[in-house]
Structures are given as C-alpha cells and as structure tokens.
C-alpha cells in the first residue's frame, strides 16, 4: 500500500472510531455487561452551590428556583459564592431565605476558585453543584441524590435540556453525546458530568487549580480515582437556555475543547493507561476528538495526492462537497433545517474546528475562555 493510501485510511478510522465505532461498541458493551447502581429515596442534607459573577439580574431568580424544589426545607441550603461582582450579586443574593448562604470573594479568582471555597466553607456531605442561569424541572434534586443510597456512587450527573420557552428538538450529535454518556455510566466508565447539574461526595472533592476550565471533568475524574462510580440521571434535569447567535456556540465548543488540553497538562496520569481507570474511554471520547481534526485534514490532503486513482479522485471530490455543505449548514442555519443531516454535518465542521483551534486559545491563556460563570 502506497505511503499516501496507508494515510487516508488511517485517518478514516480514526474519525470513524471516534465519532461511531466508539459509541457502538459502547453501546453494545453496555447492553451486555453494564449495571445500575442501587438508587433510593432518602433525602441526605444537601448544599446547592452557585457560584456567580455579574449575575445581579438573575441570581434571585435562580434561588428561588432551588429552594422551590421538593426537598426537605431543613435539608436543603443554598451556597452562593459571589466571585467578587461589581454589580450588587451578592446583595440581590441575601436576605431571601435563612437556608441561604452567600460567600463574598474579595476579587474575581475564577470558577474553580470560587467553587474551592464553596467546599471549603460547606459543612454537609452532599454538595450539587449549578450555575445562575439555569432552572430545575421538578424532582430534580431528589433524582440527583438518589443514587448516593449506593456507597460506590461517588458523584452523579444530571441532564441538560435546551429550552427557549418550549422544550427544542436536540441535534443528531447531541442525541449521540447523551446515548454515549449513559452507556459509559452503565460500564463505570462515565468520567464527565454537566457542570450545571451535578451532585458528588463533598469528602471526594479535589481541589482544583485556579484557572481551571473543566471543572465538570477534573471533579468526576477525582471520584474515579478514588475508587468510586460516577453515575448519570436522565431524569433529573435542569434546563439551559440555547446560545444566542453561532459565534457563542462556537466559542462555547472552544472552551470546552480548548479546557481539554489544559486539563491533560494538570493530570498527565490520563494518558497513563496504568493510572488511568477510565483510560480507553477517555482516549476514544475525550482525547481523539482533539486529534480528529489533524486526521480529517490528513485525510483529503492524501486523497488529493492520489487523485489520479478513481477511487481517490471521487473520495476526494465527496469530501469536499461535504465540506462545502457543512460551512453552507453554518452559514445558513435556517436553510439547513430543511435537508436532512444538514444540520448535523454543521455541527460536525464546527467542532471539528474547534478542536483545531483549541490549543492556540489555551495558550493565549484561560481567562480569554470565560466570558462568565
């Protein structure tokens, strides 16, 4: 096979195993061996915390959002940790109820800062962790904590529904990320929460440093080191609002991506297979999503190199059509709606560009990836 051949296919698997064979074969694996931790109805004490900065306009909402779950009263407190706002947030915080809390943090340190000195100043054993903009569904701390009735559930996650007024239909690819984090949950191989609707042990929380992106991966990851499961509730949901316009899902994506990076610089044990319980799943989910790009473009470079082939010639041609097709799905998104896959296929370039871009915005520096908590 010609050095070029040997490239393209290469890179074809690559993308195919990250982006299908993974989620198959987990999928699968799942069915076969996964198990459900033991899940029961005791309310243990509770600290939802919030940490907040500039959220003047909202946080009085989001409280009272908390404390109107059905859960014990005297169970049930809200931290919120005021991440040195300069517009009243920590004012519009207190004097709601007594089960409030609100920590005032001299200057702006960031959200992993903030949230270590939630933990350092919460006494309770359960800590869920949410953002201001956010709202619960009913129910939805009392799904969270279930699964804490199982000893070797160390951390759990909820679920994140977009909702603009009603309920949206959620993409193709967003479909697969949740089919693909409930079968990892199934396996004990779940290593990512959502960083706006999670619960975990407060005597598992890891202390993270300060600038830190991900904290909805440093934190699971801990509790898996440790020994202990993370677990996924479908039905404990909390629901988000859609980004505004496309460059802020786009710089949402990079952030994340980019948090990737920077988290594998803090923990270089993930890439350690001896060190890392949750290898295989971090490298197929997390790791090769940031290297897809790279092969995506090796792979077309090399089917223009053997064009003179038919079969490169036209697996060169339909890449870049697809590739047109996709940058037409972002650019005009309503368009998109009526093809189907369309819309899909933009979401792919988008995060595939992402990706490329995920390591120069790191290393412009962190604090350009937050706009705010």
Not at 271 to 287: D, L, M
């Amino acid at each position: 096979m010609a050095p070029s051949a040997l490239v393209f296919w290469s890179c074809i698997g690559l993308v195919g195993w990250t982006y299908a064979g993974y989620p198959a074969w987990a999928a699968q694996r799942a069915r076969r061996r996964g198990s459900t931790p033991a899940s029961g109805t005791a309310t243990p004490p509770l600290t939802v915390v919030i940490a907040a900065h500039g959220e003047a306009r909202r946080i009085e909402a989001r409280i009272r959002d908390v404390l109107a779950q059905d859960y014990p009263p005297e169970r049930l407190e809200v931290l919120v940790v005021d991440d040195g706002s300069e517009d009243g947030t920590s004012m519009h915080a207190g004097g709601i109820d007594p089960r409030v809390r609100v920590l005032t943090l001299p200057g702006q340190v960031g959200k992993a800062a903030a949230l270590n000195a939630a933990i350092a100043a919460g006494t309770r054993d359960i800590i869920a962790f949410t953002d201001a903009r956010q709202r619960y569904a009913p129910g939805a701390l009392r799904a969270l904590v279930a699964a804490f009735a199982d000893p070797a559930v160390g951390a759990v996650s909820g679920e994140l529904v977009i909702d603009d007024g009603e309920v949206v239909a959620i993409g193709l690819y967003w479909r697969i990320e949740k089919a693909l984090r409930a079968a990892e949950a199934r396996l004990g191989w779940l290593h990512g929460v959502s960083g706006a609707n999670h619960a975990m042990r407060r005597n598992l929380y890891a202390a993270m440093p300060k600038g830190l992106v991900l904290d909805d991966l440093w934190l699971p990851l801990h509790v898996r080191f440790a020994g202990r499961r993370v677990w996924m509730v479908r039905g404990a949901i909390a629901y988000d609002q859609a980004s505004a316009s496309t460059g802020e899902e786009f710089h949402r994506k990079l952030r994340t991506l980019a948090g990737n990076w920077q988290l594998l610089a803090h923990l270089p044990r993930l890439a350690n297979p001896r060190r890392n319980p949750v290898f295989a799943a971090w490298f197929s989910h997390k790791f090769l999503r940031l290297v897809a790009p790279w092969a995506l473009l090796l792979a077309l470079l090399a089917s223009a190199r053997l064009a003179g082939r038919p079969f490169y010639r036209l697996a060169f041609l339909l890449q870049v059509v697809a590739w047109l097709a996709a940058a037409f799905a972002l650019a005009r998104p309503r368009a998109a709606q009526r093809v189907p896959l369309l819309p899909a296929a933009g979401t792919f370039l988008a995060l595939n560009a992402a990706a490329l871009l995920a390591l120069p915005a790191l290393l412009l520096g962190p604090r350009r990836l937050w706009r705010r908590h």
